[in-house]
Structures are given as C-alpha cells and as structure tokens.
C-alpha cells in the first residue's frame, strides 16, 4: 500500500503542475490542510449518542411514531437471501429486479430497524439489527449484478472470489454498515465482540481496501480515457467510502489518505461537469448528482470542523439550484431530458439543507413549496442513506417554518450545457443543445417540450424500466432514446446519431426576443447529407413559433418532423388540435401530409407518468427538396375557456 500511496500523491503533484482543471478541493486544500483539520475520535458527528435518549426523543419528535411503527413492521422481517440464479438471471434475460428486488428490501428492513432502535433507546429492535447486518456480511459480494461486469475479470455477473469492488449498491451498504457499527458496537461487544469485529472487517475488506488498492474503477475518474463520462456515480460512491473511512477506519495514515484520495476523485467530477450548475442527467438524477455532491461536501466539512469546504463556490450553489429552475408546477412536472422522468421536484429536505449551506432563498423556499404538496408524514422519507436521514430530522424544524415561494425568474440559460428554460404567460417551454454523448444520453440534440397551464402538450417520454440492454450497444435500438421519438425531424430519411461529435453548432438565446437558436445539422449522420437545419423557437403570450431552414445534398427522402404528445391529437387541414382541445399546432398542409401513431405505453415506469398511451405527430414533407423553410406555430384554442 505504500508504494501506491506514494505513485498516488505524485500523480497528484504532477496534476498540480500539469493540470487545467479546477480542483475545487485538492487545489485548495493539501495534504497537510486535511490532516490539521480532522477531527479526531469520531467528535464531529453531530448527532446523539445512543444512550442521550432526551436528545433523540427531541430529534425524532416529529416523526417518532411513524419511525417506530417502520420498526415495528421489521421486527419478524425474515431476512432474504440472494441466490447465485438471481445474479445470472442478468445474463440469461437482462432483468436487474430478479437479484436487486431482495438486497433492497433487506437495507430498508435494516435501515427501519436502525432508526427505530434510535427513537426508542429499549433494545427492541437490537437483536434484528444484528441479523441483519449479519446476513449481509454473509454476501459474496454487495454489488449487484448489473454492475459486476465492469469491474471483474471473469466480465460475468456472478461474483468474482477474491474480488471487491465499490458500486453504488455496495458503498451504500458499507455507509449504512458504519452507521450501525457506529450506534451499536458497545452494545454489540456486551452480546460477542466477534460482531463488531467482523462488521469492521467486512467494511474494510469490501469497501476501504479496494477503493485505496484500485485506481480502475471508472467511476474513479483517476484514469481518464477520451471521451469517458464522469457522471453521478462519483459523488455518490466516493460520499459512501468517505463515510466508511471516517466512521470505522482507525488507522489514522490510511483514513488520511483515503479521505484526499476521495477529494482527488471527486475534483475529477467538478471538473468534468458543466460550470452553468445544469444537471445534464435531468432532474431525476439531481439526488444523485448534485445532491450526492452536496451530502460528500457536508460529511467533509463535519468531519473537519468547516474548515475543507467550498459552498462558497459560485458553481457549487448554481449545481443546487437547477432543481427548482426545472420545476414546471401542476403535478409535479419537471423538464425532463435524457432518461429523466418528466415528474419529480426533488426531496424538500434535501434541497432545504443545500439552500442552507449555499445561502439559496431560492432552493429553501422552493423546499418549502414542495413539502406542503404532501402531508407531514410524506416529507421524511428515510432510506439505507442514513446520513441523510440524521440531516433531515436536524433541518426539519427550520424547514417549517420557511416561507413558500417558486423561482421568479423568467427565463433560465445554461449556456454551456445548452438548456434554455423559458416562462411566458401560462407557457412554460425548455429546449436544449448539447451533444449526443452526455451521460444517461437519449439523441435528442434540438428537442423541446412545452407545458401550457402547467399541463404537458409537447413531451419528452423519459426512460423505461432499466434492463441489460438499457446500458449496453443495443441502447438506440430502444424507442426512447431515438430522436424520431422526440420534438425532432428526420431528414433525408436519417434520425439522428449517437457519440459525441453529434451535437449543435452556432446555439444562441436572446433574451430580449425570447428566442432560441441553433443548427442541429451536426447531429446527423453523413448519410443524411444535410448541411445545415437552422432551428429557431420564439415564445410570446399567444403561443411558440417554430422555424427550419435547411439545405441537403441530393435528398432522396422527403423529410418528417416529429412531435411527441401526451394526448391524442385531432387532425384538420393545416391544424392539428392538442392538449384536450386547448391548443392547436399549425402547419403548411401545401407542405406537408399530417398523421399520427398511438404508442402503447406498457412499461410501467413510463405507465406511471403518462398513462396507457403518448401519440407522435407526423409531418411528412410532400415535395423532396434541396432546401427550404417550415413553420409551425403552437397557440391557444381560441374556443379554450
């Protein structure tokens, strides 16, 4: 281990002299800062003892019922186990439940067990806790089947011997794990001190060890290779083996290096990601993302008494406050891009505390708006993330009594990202840029909705149930992610491709029009010969304009622009009907043939939002030309009440 700390800290020094990037933390902090700062034998945690039952009884008091009967629900839980044909079923159909469904259910039995042990201080739920967490120690592996391919020799979803790696599953279990190591190892020592030993074994072996004997893990971002995606995995694995390192590592130069080691990693996902704040992995992932970027930020700051922190970084509080930029309204519908679902908002909570830490009315009374959408007992949602658990029940009280309020803000422009959000009226309209490799990417370079009355009218679906082949070289085949099922155009008889040099060129907002400019050509493979498709959207009171003009070389196929509906649509001449009758999508009938096709939505993760159906328009071009213009307006039914 030496000899790599040693490569690793010169890596570091040679990054330093060599690097471009940011390094919001490595590059302001050293080595010497963290060690100085740490705060030693575990004194940073801000939360009771076990034993101080006036301190939970007050932290818990809100929900404290609601705690205890999750526990109480627990207490004859019989523990699963996960079956060597659960890890292939991956392999032979693609279905990630099969393995996932069991694991999942034993955390949040633990998870439940441990809070209620908490509240109540009586020793009830002590002997499940160590099933529990015994059952889990008995796991081959904490990783999940889909995860293991990419970092275990054999490429196979059944665990590896001698192989441990850190996915997301696997640092949430180790996270969770310290935290019962943390409360119950007293009480555990007077059962058997062979608990506690072997749960700070396990800990160490399967988390710690191979995040400080690895540097391959791609999640890492330590060995970057062109092109590679830094995405919301790093700030979520590296919170997760932080959390591991402060609670049970207790040799002090090896919690001294994981800890800079996870700084390192980390920089590499600040550095990667856009400095206009835009989650490009949608408000879905913000939790994971940004929000798993403020919880790593907060657990470092406790830990070293506020002195490593950067909250005070412009790019820190703008990555928070894209979720309440995204938010829509109604029923809770969000801009959804890539394999983001189109409803959301976030956790009240979460958002509050990040408001908090930045210094963002915005985000903590939009915090508050979310949270009075739902009852009292809807606003604390513990998981397996205990640490957000114990920080939630510490901000609830300010929460309270924080006034309501949305962004007032007309317009919002990422223009690195290349998403523009714009509100007019009772219109509410997004549009975006980009490239077509961003993470969780769907080709959709160009593509818009539009919300009027806070009721979706043009529609990005979002992403099915995840398989095999979600994350795999058959992605574009699924429907979701190919631009024909987007706001988009085929041209020449070619969607859109996937990869990076697929992307919009010349995106430009202006503000004072409330218009939003690019050219998509780029996005389009050679076969299209199309050499520039300049798309502009213009939003007014009286609706959204939409214009192309575009020049192809030698076409052979008649162009068809596409657009994704949430409800059936009603074709006449030259207007096609939308919304329930609300509003109407004018086009040339001289240009263009109109219909539509009913798409059956039986994947219930799309089922949920949209119900049994969405509907694509059909514009097909009647003339086959060289070049040209459409326009197609989007306004009010004049009959509308």
Request: net charge neutral; hydrophobic share 35%.
């Amino acid at each position: 281990m030496k000899k790599y700390l040693i490569l690793f800290f010169l890596s570091l020094s040679l990054q330093g002299l060599l690097g471009k990037d940011l390094n919001l933390l490595t590059g302001t902090f050293k080595l010497e800062n963290l060690k100085s700062s740490l705060v030693k034998d575990k004194n940073w945690v801000p939360y009771p003892k076990y034993a101080d039952r006036a301190a939970w009884d007050q932290l818990m008091a809100p929900f404290r019922d609601n705690i205890i009967k999750k526990g109480d629900n627990a207490l004859h839980y019989q523990w699963q186990v996960v079956k060597a044909t659960d890890y292939l079923e991956y392999e032979r159909s693609g279905n990630r439940t099969i393995m996932e469904k069991p694991m999942n259910e034993n955390c949040t039995a633990l998870a439940n067990l441990l809070l209620a042990e908490l509240a109540e201080g009586k020793g009830r739920y002590i002997d499940q806790i160590l099933n529990g967490s015994w059952q889990l120690t008995e796991m081959a592996t904490w990783s999940l089947s889909a995860h293991l391919p990419a970092f275990q020799s054999t490429k196979r979803s059944l665990p590896q011997e001698r192989t441990q790696v850190v996915d997301l599953m696997a640092g949430d279990v180790g996270s969770l794990l310290s935290w019962v190591h943390y409360f119950f190892r007293d009480t555990f020592n007077k059962i058997n001190p062979e608990i506690s030993i072997r749960l700070k074994q396990h800990i160490e072996q399967r988390i710690v060890q191979p995040y400080l004997d690895r540097n391959d893990m791609w999640w890492q971002a330590l060995e970057l290779k062109e092109g590679q995606l830094v995405n919301n995995w790093n700030p979520w694995c590296n919170f997760n083996v932080l959390t591991c390192l402060l609670l049970v590592e207790d040799n002090p130069d090896i919690q001294l290096a994981g800890i800079y080691k996870t700084m390192s990693s980390v920089d590499r996902f600040m550095n990667y990601v856009k400095a206009d704040g835009a989650c490009e992995e949608g408000p879905s992932y913000w939790g994971h993302a940004a929000g798993k970027l403020y919880d790593y930020l907060k657990i470092l700051s406790l830990a070293t008494n506020g002195q490593v922190n950067i909250f005070d970084q412009p790019m820190i509080r703008d990555m928070g406050e894209y979720i309440a930029q995204s938010y829509i309204g109604g029923n809770r519908w969000v801009v959804n891009f890539a394999d983001a679902s189109a409803k959301g908002g976030g956790d009240p909570l979460l958002i509050y505390r990040y408001g908090q830490d930045v210094s963002s009315n915005d985000m903590m009374q939009f915090a508050r708006y979310m949270e009075n959408l739902g009852d009292k007992s809807s606003t604390f949602k513990p998981s397996r993330d205990i640490f957000r658990a114990f920080e939630d029940l510490r901000c609830y009280p300010q929460l309270a009594t924080t006034q309501a309020a949305l962004p007032q803000n007309n317009f919002k422009w990422y223009p690195e990202t290349q998403f523009l959000y714009l509100k007019k009226d009772n219109f509410f309209f997004a549009a975006k840029g980009g490239f077509n490799n961003e993470s969780h990417n769907h080709n959709d370079v160009g593509s818009f909705i539009l919300y009027q009355d806070q009721k979706p009218l043009f529609i990005d679906a979002g992403v099915g149930t995840y398989t095999k082949k979600t994350f795999s070289d058959e992605r574009y085949s699924i429907w979701t992610m190919q631009s024909a099922y987007h706001n988009l155009p085929m041209i020449n008889g070619a969607d859109q491709s996937f990869g990076k040099e697929y992307k919009a060129e010349n995106v430009a907002f202006f503000p004072d029009q409330n218009r939003f400019q690019l050219d998509i050509a780029k996005a389009y493979p050679k076969s299209a010969n199309v050499e520039q498709w300049h798309r502009s959207y213009a939003l007014a009171s009286n609706g959204l304009s939409i214009r192309d003009e575009f020049s192809i070389k030698n076409p052979t196929q008649a162009n068809i622009i596409h657009f994704l509906v949430a409800q059936e649509p009603t074709i006449h001449k030259g207007q096609i009907t939308l919304g329930e009758g609300n509003a109407i999508l004018q086009f040339d009938p001289g240009q263009f043939i109109a219909s539509y096709d009913t798409i059956p939505q039986d994947d219930s993760r799309l089922s949920q939002v949209w119900g049994k159906q969405l509907y694509r328009i059909n514009l097909k071009a009647k003339k086959i030309k060289s070049s040209g213009k459409y326009t197609f307006i989007i306004r009010p039914h004049e009959n509308m009440k």
